[in-house]
């Protein structure tokens, strides 16, 4: 059973304009919600989180939005860079003695110059 | 930098045959822990170390066994490999429970 989704395996976007990548999640104790950056053969890279006690966080170019009724996440990035085309994976997680993510299978942005 | 480093960071063995990977941080943080990704699909926490404390996953194959002798290594062992275990193995750290986790860059460890 996915508790944490991510339902598009890529998504093309081109430069300058906006990428809207999105997650869903099915257990409602999730209270602390990530987004990870990975590039071929590295690791995954933190970029941005939330907390349920929000419904939205910036840093920079990078925006997460979190709907708890809707248990829908996304991340908006504008504007899209090349060096933006990754694997972008969603986790999450709920509290207790150490943050075990539970994470979706990945979207892959390509960013077209 | 402070970081992750995982060795090496690609690993052939026999089916059947013992296998360590090893994960060394400079961070100092005191969570450590090991995920198994296969191919399109979402890396899956195999266990993790709350300083000493070791936490198995509950569907964790017995096959796989971890040792973290001090703060900064943690080696994920793994006793019988079969072909299902190939998979890019990660090490990740955090700092406590209420900070991100940072990784490194993964072992793929392909079975014979």
């Known amino acids: 059973d996915q508790q944490v989704k991510q339902n598009s395996p890529s998504l093309s976007v081109q430069e300058g304009r906006i990428s809207i990548l999105n997650c869903d999640y099915t257990n409602s104790m999730f209270d602390y919600f990530l987004w990870y950056k990975k590039y071929p053969a590295e690791g995954p890279t933190f970029l941005i989180s939330?907390?349920?006690?929000?419904d939205k966080n910036e840093d920079g170019r990078f925006t997460v939005f979190l709907n708890k009724s809707a248990k829908h996440l996304s991340l908006h990035i504008v504007p899209s860079q090349p060096g933006d085309s990754a694997v972008y994976f969603c986790a999450a997680t709920r509290s207790g003695s150490a943050r075990q993510l539970t994470f979706g299978s990945g979207t892959q942005l390509t960013v077209l110059p | 930098d402070a970081m992750v480093i995982q060795n090496p960071r690609y690993q052939v063995t026999q089916f059947g045959k013992p296998v360590t990977l090893s994960c060394s941080q400079t961070?100092?943080?005191?969570?450590m822990y090991w995920y198994q990704q296969k191919s399109s699909q979402a890396p899956k926490l195999l266990f993790h170390y709350y300083d000493k404390d070791f936490n198995n996953e509950a569907d964790t194959p017995d096959n796989f066994q971890s040792r973290r002798p001090n703060t900064s290594f943690c080696f994920l062992d793994i006793r019988s490999p079969g072909l299902g275990d190939a998979a890019m193995y990660l090490c990740?750290?955090?700092?406590?429970?209420?900070?991100?986790?940072?990784f490194g860059d993964g072992t793929r460890l392909s079975i014979l």
């Open positions: 961070l100092n943080h005191n969570v």
């Open positions: 939330i907390s349920s006690i929000k």
């Open positions: 990740a750290t955090s700092r406590g429970a209420n900070q991100p986790q940072h």
